[in-house]
């Protein structure tokens, strides 16, 4: 067994850790909500005209009647105008807690004792009290008025006008409580249809994403204003809300807290602390409507009729704003309307009790699969099947938010998914380097075939030097060797004999067009060009060699597989990946004097080898640098990025070779690269939305301009590629020195 428990070990034990995290790490929980806001901020609610909407003390309002507080009359002629309108309802999202400072018996003693001051303080107690003529006004129409529970304990609690009715367990324990309140004058409240608290509490990061319906100071329980306000509205009078335990409600013997709402023929959806999701809608002019507008002669009744009417303000010096997904200063009083809107129009929100088990059950699901198919299949088939999966995930939560107004979190167990990835495929890389390694050591005593013809001519040459030239270099290595050759663990001679039928051909095809075989490592072939013999042609013969390769691998995919089944025994697919590049190296015998190589050396060999490593990156079979485009330009070439690959700081532009010169003249393939270009040009120039639409674009003609039969041909898992990144700058955009160019973590 050796090292082998940890492919299994260590990503089991970062899926129980991502666990923990997930149920005691409350940032956990705050990221889940930045990801339901970018759900809102793609697709916000539309707004539909209700009979709900705000009259807003606006900053206008206040530079045209005055400064706020207004006198109580004032407020009185507000609410009489509204009500002889014909508006439903009229709900304040203010609280009248001291005196009216404008009325006689509060104003006379603070001015001077002069005669006609002393006169008016005689005969006081005729004067109009201003409360009394708000409290009148209150008491003949159908008002609701508002209050704010305080932390601190406080003399005076709201009066409640509604009832309460339970189904289920108790709720009292999951409302959020409070020591007391700041409320109305009693002659205000008491003459009210309604009264509730207009509290809004945010959540840790200072946003509004919900709103709670009932609050309670001790065992008392209080409405919210906009639940309130829909009483009142329909002129019922008991609030019932159902807890786990109630009728249809699943509790599997669990006291998990409130399940809904409901007020007259009204239900709402609620999470298990009583508080309802909202889903804000744009700006919407039409929802508000200034107060100044109401005292104008022309004001139209109709505008006001038959409407729940909240009285709030807009103003920044009123300090009512709030911090919404799609808005940082939202007033208080219009996420009280956005929730009476939904509730009238039975359009919810929701996040269902199931939710959190669905997304443990995805990633524990997942990233098993994923522990257990790595050491089997290795990195690329294991990260079809993690694309996927969580390609299934996403598209699930965001379909389901779309249709069923449902909130799931695809984002963090997907990203432990990929973290799962990583370390098994890490753990896969350390395991295929050391065989690689012993296979290479037993490999690299044997010669070139060219050296040994040079040295045949010149046995002079057998002397340690170099020289320097122009060179085109190939690496190619097959994928999944890994896999391969754990099935071959008791058959080494088997090994050996695909091995051998593998090299021997790639071999031939490279000799056969100029090229000089460096060295077997393992699976790896390390070839180039131009050295010893010179090569004019160089770069077009390298090309020529690995599409001829890449070509050659279908026939020997094939033959292998009837060998196989006549044997009876599965078959193992070979597919490679090759790297070329291009430019000035050292060439000649390396080593030491008891023991050389005819090798090459030079920044353009460490390249064309990292090269052959991103090909598995970017889904492509070769993968060449700009060298050897420039050198070769008789090809079907398509750059893939703009990349600094590891070990190099500097970025270089890498091409995928996808045919020759009868693939690069046809018209679809000439369609392709112009669509291509395009999407690069408007990804590197950050204009996201023009990058995707083309490359939706290119992947379309993709299919009609390669041959699905070449292993070169393939270009989803790079569109695929280049979606994701786009999807991650739209939520995170890169630095501004970004300058698209993609630092690569891997060889």
């Given at each position: ?43 916000p609610r539309i707004y539909e005209p209700v009979p709900v909407r705000f009259v807003d003390l606006d900053d206008e309002s206040l530079a045209r009647i005055g400064q706020w507080p207004w006198p109580r009359t004032f407020v009185a002629e507000l609410i009489a105008r509204l009500a ?351 065989e690689k390694h012993q296979v290479r050591t037993a490999f690299g005593q044997y010669l070139s075939p060219a050296l040994v013809e040079q040295l045949a001519k010149d046995p002079d040459r057998l002397v340690l030097g170099g020289e320097m030239r122009d060179m085109t270099l190939l ?273």
């Amino acid at each position: 067994m050796g090292r082998r428990w940890l492919h299994y070990g260590i990503p089991v034990l970062m899926i129980a850790v991502a666990l923990l995290l997930r149920v005691s790490v409350p940032a956990i929980e705050e990221a889940q909500l930045r990801v339901f806001d970018g759900y809102q901020r793609l697709s916000p609610r539309i707004y539909e005209p209700v009979p709900v909407r705000f009259v807003d003390l606006d900053d206008e309002s206040l530079a045209r009647i005055g400064q706020w507080p207004w006198p109580r009359t004032f407020v009185a002629e507000l609410i009489a105008r509204l009500a002889n309108a014909g508006a439903a309802v009229v709900v304040f999202d203010i609280v009248f807690a001291e005196p009216d400072r404008t009325s006689p018996s509060q104003i006379l003693p603070l001015w001077p004792d002069t005669p006609e001051v002393l006169a008016l303080r005689a005969t006081s107690d005729a004067l109009p009290d201003h409360d009394a003529i708000l409290a009148d006004v209150i008491a003949q129409a159908n008002v609701v008025t508002g209050f704010v529970l305080t932390p601190e304990a406080t003399g005076a609690l709201p009066i409640q006008k509604g009832s309460f009715a339970f189904a289920g367990d108790d709720p009292l324990p999951f409302l959020p409580a409070f020591g007391g309140a700041i409320t109305n004058l009693p002659q205000l409240s008491e003459g009210a249809a309604g009264n509730g608290t207009f509290n809004l509490i945010a959540e840790r990061d200072g946003t509004i994403r919900r709103i709670p319906l009932f609050l309670r100071v001790g065992e008392t329980i209080y409405p919210s204003l906009s639940i309130e306000a829909l009483r009142v509205a329909q002129g019922a009078r008991t609030f019932i809300l159902k807890s786990s335990g109630a009728n249809l409600e699943a509790s599997f013997g669990q006291n998990t807290g409130l399940n809904n709402v409901k007020v007259g023929k009204i239900e709402i959806p609620v999470d298990a602390n009583g508080r309802m999701w909202i889903h804000f809608t744009e700006e919407a002019p039409e929802r508000r409507l200034p107060a100044w507008r109401v005292f104008e002669a022309d004001f139209d009744p109709a505008e006001v009729e038959g409407m729940i009417i909240f009285i709030g303000t807009s103003a920044a010096g009123l300090k009512d704003l709030r911090t919404t997904p799609l808005n940082p200063a939202a007033a208080g009083v219009e996420i009280h309307v956005q929730a009476v809107e939904q509730a009238l129009l039975g359009h919810f929100l929701q996040r269902p009790d199931w939710a959190d088990g669905a997304e443990i059950v995805f990633m524990v699901a997942l990233g098993l699969l994923l522990v257990l198919m790595l050491p089997q299949l290795g990195a690329l088939w294991s990260a079809f099947v993690g694309i996927a999966g969580i390609a299934a995930a996403v598209g699930a939560s965001w379909t389901l938010f779309k249709g069923q107004l449902w909130l799931l979190d695809p984002i963090y167990p997907s990203l432990v998914v990929l973290l799962v990835y990583l370390a098994g495929s890490l753990l896969n890389f350390l395991r295929t380097e050391r065989e690689k390694h012993q296979v290479r050591t037993a490999f690299g005593q044997y010669l070139s075939p060219a050296l040994v013809e040079q040295l045949a001519k010149d046995p002079d040459r057998l002397v340690l030097g170099g020289e320097m030239r122009d060179m085109t270099l190939l690496f190619c290595d097959i994928r999944g060797f890994t896999a391969i050759s754990e099935r071959y663990k008791r058959d080494p001679q088997g090994l050996t004999k695909l091995i051998n039928n593998f090299l021997s051909p790639m071999t031939d095809l490279i000799l056969e067009r100029r090229g000089t075989i460096d060295k077997y490592m393992g699976d790896c072939i390390m070839a180039f060009w131009n050295a010893p013999l010179d090569d004019p042609d160089h770069a077009a013969h390298a090309c020529d060699s690995a599409l001829a390769m890449s070509a050659a691998l279908g026939g020997l995919n094939h033959a292998r597989k009837a060998e196989a089944e006549a044997a009876g025994r599965p078959h193992d697919e070979i597919k490679i990946g090759i790297g070329l590049n291009s430019g000035e190296c050292c060439v000649g015998n390396m080593g030491s004097h008891s023991r050389f190589d005819y090798s090459v050396l030079g920044d353009a060999v460490n390249l064309a080898a990292r090269l052959e490593g991103q090909s598995k990156q970017y889904g492509v079979g070769i993968v060449i640098g700009q060298e050897t485009v420039n050198r070769a330009p008789d090809i079907a070439a398509l750059e893939l990025d703009l990349i600094a690959v590891k070990g190099k700081t500097e970025a270089v532009h890498i091409y995928a070779l996808l045919g020759g010169a009868g693939q690069r003249d046809s018209l679809a393939f000439r369609r392709l690269q112009e669509q291509h270009k395009k999407m690069l040009s408007a990804y590197r120039g950050e204009n996201w939305s023009s990058a995707l639409e083309h490359l939706g674009e290119a992947r379309h003609l993709a299919k009609q301009a390669l041959d699905p039969e070449l292993g070169t041909a393939n270009l989803d898992m790079l569109y695929d590629l280049y979606r994701d990144r786009i999807q991650n700058y739209l939520e995170a955009p890169p630095a501004a020195d970004w300058g698209g160019v993609f630092i690569a973590a891997t060889k």
